[in-house]
């Protein structure tokens, strides 16, 4: 019996040291660290879409557009089909009269129209020209051995202006600016012109505000100027001779100006302080002297 209680209070004991001791903790779950967000790479532009090849029906029609006039012409020959193209024009004028007053301005009409295109050549062989702000300020470079001639066509119910240039004397491109007076000025917007030339041309690659098409021998731009100066245009050009013009515009790029350090270093840029000369004397030694001057 005693042995049995000395059991029961082993047992009883344990239990209560058991009870007594406080749990093991569990030890606290480390929570998951979220990965790092990637960046998201920027998306790639798009690449323009190819250029497409009109139709031999839109070719014979954007054809048109060059009014008589060859690539590779020079500057007299372009003027010999001008002087031609006025001639049969007035002369239908001359005859429909028996006034010679009259007979004689159409006359005088004739050779002033043909002296003012001639003096509207120009070579752009100078820093800066009247046609830098223009609709054809993109269209050209200075002291590229590119000119310029231009003409204004109103006759026949037509009004529009058209530009002839030339690289190395020899005519390679042609610019219309298009009458944009029969469209509706609530009208007037990239998307009614789009819609125009390409209901006339074909579906056309369009990239900023322009429409391109190949034709085989000449390549077709529509330009659209509306924003900034109210026009429309249409280009006819040579992609064999542009490829020469580029590489010529390349070549002959004015190197950009960079700014003397030295000179940067003692400019007050934003006007806070006019130190005299005694007080500024060693800088503007320093210039002197960089600049291959003598010291003071």
Not at 232 to 238: I, M, Q, T
Not at 250 to 274: F, R
């Amino acid at each position: 019996m005693r042995l049995i209680n000395s059991a029961l209070f082993a047992v009883l004991v344990s239990s209560a040291a058991l009870a007594g001791t406080p749990p093991a903790k569990t030890p606290a779950k480390t929570p998951a660290k979220t990965p790092a967000k990637t960046p998201a790479k920027p998306a790639k532009a798009k690449p323009p879409a190819p250029i497409p090849m009109v139709t031999a029906e839109h070719k014979k029609a954007l054809a048109e557009k060059f009014g008589g006039f060859k690539f590779g012409m020079t500057k007299d020959e372009v003027l010999g089909v001008l002087q031609k193209q006025i001639d049969e024009r007035y002369e239908d004028k001359i005859k429909g009269t028996t006034d010679i007053a009259v007979q004689d301005r159409y006359r005088k009409d004739k050779k002033g129209e043909l002296s003012r295109i001639s003096q509207s050549f120009i070579a752009f062989d100078a820093k800066t020209s009247p046609w830098d702000v223009s609709i054809v300020e993109t269209e050209f470079a200075h002291n590229t051995n590119e000119s310029m001639m231009e003409r204004w066509e109103n006759e026949g119910g037509k009004n529009q202006r058209r530009f002839f240039f030339f690289y190395d004397q020899k005519l390679w491109k042609m610019y219309l600016s298009l009458d944009v007076s029969i469209i509706p000025e609530e009208k007037r917007n990239f998307d009614t012109f789009k819609s125009v030339m390409e209901g006339q041309y074909g579906a056309g690659s369009v990239n900023e505000g322009t429409i391109s098409w190949r034709a085989g021998e000449f390549d077709v731009r529509a330009v659209d100027r509306l924003k900034d100066y109210g026009a429309l245009g249409l280009v006819v050009e040579d992609p064999k001779v542009r490829t020469d013009v580029m590489a010529s515009r390349e070549a002959h790029k004015p190197p950009e100006q960079a700014h003397n350090t030295i000179i940067n270093s003692v400019i007050d840029k934003d006007n806070k302080d006019h130190p005299d000369m005694k007080a500024n004397g060693g800088a503007v030694d320093a210039v002197i002297q960089a600049q291959g001057g003598t010291k003071k």
